[in-house]
């Protein structure tokens, strides 16, 4: 008896020494370790892109995931798909038409804890003036004050009218595109 309680005692000690979650919002995004890319089919072969500029913000406390906020600007016109041609077609106002519309954006309204590390964020996307919410599965990995949000979704061009015209049909470029993000950030001190 006198070994159970002894074994008690130590665990309550230890459970009191053991650190315990400090609320630290990640808010200062690193933006050169960030990135923003995606993946499509053209004529049934994969295909990979990024963008080369974007902006974002973010203020998020892992112990208070529910207080959450994110946004993040897109510069269109900086997309890199691996051709010069490609990226002034993409540009053009059949596809993003960055003359008139130059930024898509996406605005959370939502996080949700899923479990163990994973959320999913719930906000409003924006592209070429048209709008739709979603709901973006996410990763947040802390080490120290520097974490890192990383996730994916798929987005179907039809919805935002990303090509127009002959481009309409999806015989040669799929409908999904599959945009993938990595944004490292530190905490606040």
Same mark, same amino acid.
């Given at each position: ?8 005692? *130590?665990?309550?000690? *230890? ?20 990135? !923003?890319? &995606? ?9 990979? $892109?990024? &963008?080369?500029? +974007?902006?974002?913000? !973010?203020? &998020? ?30 540009? $053009? ?7 008139? +519309?130059?930024?898509?954006? =996406? ?7 899923? $479990? $163990? ?22 990763? =947040? ?7 890192? +949000?990383?996730?994916? +979704? ?5 919805? =935002? ?8 049909? =999806? ?11 990595? !944004? ?6």
């Amino acid at each position: 008896m006198k070994n159970i309680a002894q074994t008690l005692a *130590l665990g309550w000690t *230890l459970a009191a020494a053991a650190p315990l979650p400090y609320a630290a919002e990640f808010n200062q995004v690193q933006s050169q370790q960030s990135s !923003i890319g &995606f993946s499509y089919q053209q004529m049934g072969v994969s295909m990979d $892109g990024r &963008f080369r500029k +974007f902006s974002s913000r !973010i203020a &998020f406390d892992p112990v208070q995931p529910a207080k959450a906020q994110a946004a993040f600007d897109i510069d269109l016109a900086s997309i890199d798909t691996g051709a010069a041609e490609s990226d002034e077609e993409v540009a $053009g106002k059949s596809w993003f038409n960055t003359a008139g +519309f130059p930024k898509a954006n =996406f605005v959370s309204s939502a996080v949700k804890p899923v $479990g $163990g590390n994973r959320y999913e964020v719930s906000g409003r996307l924006t592209i070429k003036g048209r709008s739709k919410d979603i709901v973006v599965p996410a990763t =947040f990995t802390q080490q120290g004050n520097n974490g890192v +949000f990383a996730g994916g +979704f798929t987005v179907r061009r039809a919805d =935002f009218a990303i090509g127009e015209g002959a481009w309409a049909k =999806f015989d040669i470029v799929a409908n999904d595109v599959q945009v993938k993000f990595r !944004i490292a950030a530190t905490a606040a001190k």
